[in-house]
T-cell receptor, first 111, second 112 residues
Framework: QKEVEQNSGPLSVPEGAIASLNCTYS??????FFWYRQYSGKSPELIMF????GDKEDGRFTAQLNKASQYVSLLIRDSQPSDSATYLC???????????FGKGTHLIIQP | DAGITQSPRHKVTETGTPVTLRCHQT?????MYWYRQDPGHGLRLIHY???????DKGEVSDGYSVSRSKTEDFLLTLESATSSQTSVYFC???????????FGPGTRLTVT
């Protein structure tokens, strides 16, 4: 059974600093990887996806993928209090048969 | 919210009663999914659909059935609700490009 592992946190980061969130996955056949942000009581919101080795940047967010190490990360630059949320890492095995999610990392940005 | 609605948004029901949750999408996507989210378990796939009348099981399908008679609607039924099915249920769609998924607002179900 495929697994996605994340540190549950909480991860506390000062405002304006870089928040670094990490994720490992078990299935070497996984093709695409996703980061979702979820505020308490709300649905997950897709913020980044990556499918090639290396970095992908979008505004303050950078996703990093290392398929050899089976490792995905999300960097949030200039962290804001509004970034405080749970971040979910997910993978797709190459088909449309659903995503496998990690349990999420709770991020707290301290003003 | 990717044009996805879920109904009801909140429901309290008693053990042993049948419950149907509805997911409705407005953008004609082929793929639709049902997940449940529980503390300590994260999001887990219950069932998914790849077209009208085409469905398949996910990781935690026991005790659940689904139906899709129209492209826009995907129904999740708990035949006889149990307390272990108390959860938040999310519907999702994928445009199918890289299998990224977009979620509906969720249904909070409490089984007493």
């Amino acid at each position: 059974q495929k697994e996605v592992e994340q540190n549950s946190g909480p991860l506390s980061v000062p405002e304006g600093a870089i928040a670094s969130l990490n994720c490992t996955y078990s299935d070497r056949g996984s093709q695409s990887f996703f980061w979702y942000r979820q505020y308490s009581g709300k649905s997950p919101e897709l913020i980044m996806f990556i499918y090639s080795n290396g970095d992908k940047e979008d505004g303050r967010f950078t996703a990093q993928l290392n398929k050899a190490s089976q490792y995905v990360s999300l960097l949030i630059r200039d962290s804001q209090p509004s970034d405080s949320a749970t971040y979910l890492c997910a993978e797709a095995g190459g088909g449309a048969d659903g995503l496998t999610f990690g349990k999420g990392t709770h991020l707290i940005i301290q003003p | 919210d990717a044009g996805i609605t879920q109904s009801p948004r909140h429901k309290v029901t008693e053990t042993g009663t049948p419950v149907t949750l509805r997911c409705h999408q407005t953008e004609n996507h082929r793929y639709m999914y049902w997940y449940r989210q529980d503390p300590g378990h994260g999001l887990r796939l219950i069932h998914y659909s790849y077209g009208v009348k085409d469905t398949d099981k996910g990781e935690v399908s026991d005790g659940y059935s689904v139906s899709r008679s129209k492209t826009e609607d995907f129904l999740l039924t708990l035949e006889s609700a149990t307390s272990s099915q108390t959860s938040v249920y999310f519907c999702a769609i994928t445009p199918g490009l890289r299998y990224e998924q977009y979620f509906g607002p969720g249904t909070r179900l409490t089984v007493t």
